[in-house]
T-cell receptor
Framework: NAGVTQTPKFRVLKTGQSMTLLCAQDMNHEYMYWYRQDPGMGLRLIHYSVGEGTTAKGEVPDGYNVSRLKKQNFLLGLESAAPSQTSVYFC???????????????FGEGSWLTVV | RKEVEQDPGPFNVPEGATVAFNCTYSNSASQSFFWYRQDCRKEPKLLMSVYSSGNEDGRFTAQLNRASQYISLLIRDSKLSDSATYLCVVTDYSSASKIIFGSGTRLSIRP
């Protein structure tokens, strides 16, 4: 079972370059998320999507754009990379964003991005 | 003040010991609570949900105290394989953006 797959796993960018991180899930989940994780900061939500064709801003959206053209894919774009965007990026998905029965969020393995 | 706060640790305990972590949250409207485990350079994975009445899964016990707005995780008879970072997760039903992760508590089990 693939679950949530992220590509690429590692990338080094120069300041000002652009790139796209791809996330794919095969669990037919409605909700998808992009987080970044920095030491001592925990996971912070960048953008999320509650269904195909929808996106919304999270806690730290500046400098990033997203698209959800297909239900199974959620793309994260860096328009003009900055050193402050050096981080580990995790994509995640869930069946519903919230539910009374609790809800499991499944994560991809992470993408390590360094901006020099 | 952070919405979800955890003691970052590290907790360094011998194998077989009992260890407990707390996590406090500020949003009284929070409704779902979880503990996730994250190994070094890996993705977080669900350890267990936390229910109002408290719940147990093998050596792990989770408790919720809504009045004081904290959740706890107790690990009994700790194993070397329990070494990881434990993340507290708090959500409410109003928005997918209201899924808040704590910064995590590092646990190291020594032989």
């Amino acid at each position: 079972n693939a679950g949530v797959t992220q590509t690429p796993k590692f990338r080094v960018l120069k300041t000002g370059q652009s790139m796209t991180l791809l996330c794919a899930q095969d669990m037919n989940h409605e909700y998808m998320y992009w987080y970044r994780q920095d030491p001592g900061m925990g996971l912070r939500l960048i953008h999320y999507s509650v269904g195909e064709g929808t996106t919304a801003k999270g806690e730290v959206p500046d400098g990033y754009n997203v698209s959800r053209l297909k239900k199974q894919n959620f793309l994260l774009g860096l328009e003009s990379a900055a050193p402050s965007q050096t981080s580990v990026y995790f994509c995640a998905s869930s069946f519903h964003g919230t539910s009374s029965g609790g809800n499991t969020i499944y994560f991809g393995e992470g993408s390590w991005l360094t901006v020099v | 003040r952070k919405e979800v706060e955890q003691d970052p640790g590290p907790f360094n305990v011998p194998e077989g010991a009992t260890v407990a972590f707390n996590c406090t949250y500020s949003n009284s409207a929070s409704q779902s609570f979880f503990w996730y485990r994250q190994d070094c350079r890996k993705e977080p994975k669900l350890l267990m949900s936390v229910y109002s009445s408290g719940n147990e899964d093998g050596r792990f016990t989770a408790q919720l105290n809504r009045a004081s707005q904290y959740i706890s995780l107790l690990i009994r008879d700790s194993k070397l394989s329990d070494s990881a970072t434990y993340l507290c997760v708090v959500t409410d039903y109003s928005s997918a953006s209201k899924i808040i992760f704590g910064s995590g508590t590092r646990l190291s089990i020594r032989p």
